[in-house]
């Protein structure tokens, strides 16, 4: 693993917690009108409609919501001839376990293609990455019963956590993958991580450029959950 994806990790797993702070409320709030707009169109036009849910790598801290990834996704999308919908259901901080808590409010978003982005404040807090496993195998069983295609988005890992731990936390996203038969993206911050000119001052979140460059390395796994449908 490059050493600026070991530093970029570390310090990623430290902030998207908020330096430790508690777990985020587990009943989100109601929708936002930007989401409630993203709803109604989605809703309205017949669109295929993408949910992608995750901490705050998803919700896009500190830049426009429009430049996060969700949005520049959507735009790419639609520019490329697909009829589609982004919602962004990202909540920063959140754990696996916060994500399982919350998946029948984003099975309320009607998602035809759910991209799961979770883990990461796992590794930081110590969870047993068994329990990550079991959270991330409820999560894609449940959309899966609810005929939802999942697009799972793999996570790197704080070397210094120790070997053991590193290696079973790394095999969770393809054993889960393999389990289901799930679409996985090998490393969401592929090409970001560590890149400072890609990244805000806090050297963990990407900037808009940052997030145009998450697009395009998801973007062939997308597309390749949107010819299943």
């Known amino acids: 693993m490059p050493t600026r994806n070991i530093f970029f990790v570390f310090i990623i797993m430290l902030l998207l917690t908020g330096c ?22 989605a809703n309205s036009a017949g669109a295929i409609t993408i949910v992608a849910m995750g901490d705050s790598l998803t919700e896009g801290t500190g830049v426009d919501l429009e430049d996060a990834y969700p949005a520049q996704l959507e735009r790419k999308l639609r520019a490329e001839g697909y009829d589609v919908s982004v919602i962004n259901a990202g909540v920063g901080g959140e754990t696996s376990s916060g994500a399982r808590s919350r998946v029948q409010w984003v099975l309320t978003l ?13 590794g930081l807090r110590g969870i047993d990455p068994a329990v990550t496993e079991q959270n991330m195998d409820e999560l894609v069983a449940t959309f899966q019963q609810n005929n939802v295609t999942v697009v799972l988005a793999g996570m790197q890992i704080v070397e210094n956590m120790g070997p053991d731990y590193i290696e079973k ?19 969401f ?8 000119n890609l990244n805000q001052s806090d050297s963990v979140h990407p900037t808009a450029a940052g997030y145009a460059v998450v697009v395009e390395t998801i973007y062939p796994y997308v597309v390749e959950a949107l010819e299943k449908k």
């Open 20 to 41: 430790g702070g508690a777990e985020p409320t587990p009943t989100p709030p109601p929708p936002t009108p930007s989401l409630s707009a993203a709803m109604a169109d």
């Open 110 to 122: 009607q998602p035809d293609i759910v991209i799961l982005e979770t883990g990461a404040n796992d």
């Open 169 to 187: 936390f790394r095999a969770i996203y393809p054993a889960v993958a393999a389990k289901y038969e799930v679409i996985l993206i090998p490393f």
């Open 189 to 196: 911050l592929e090409n970001v991580g560590g890149i400072p």
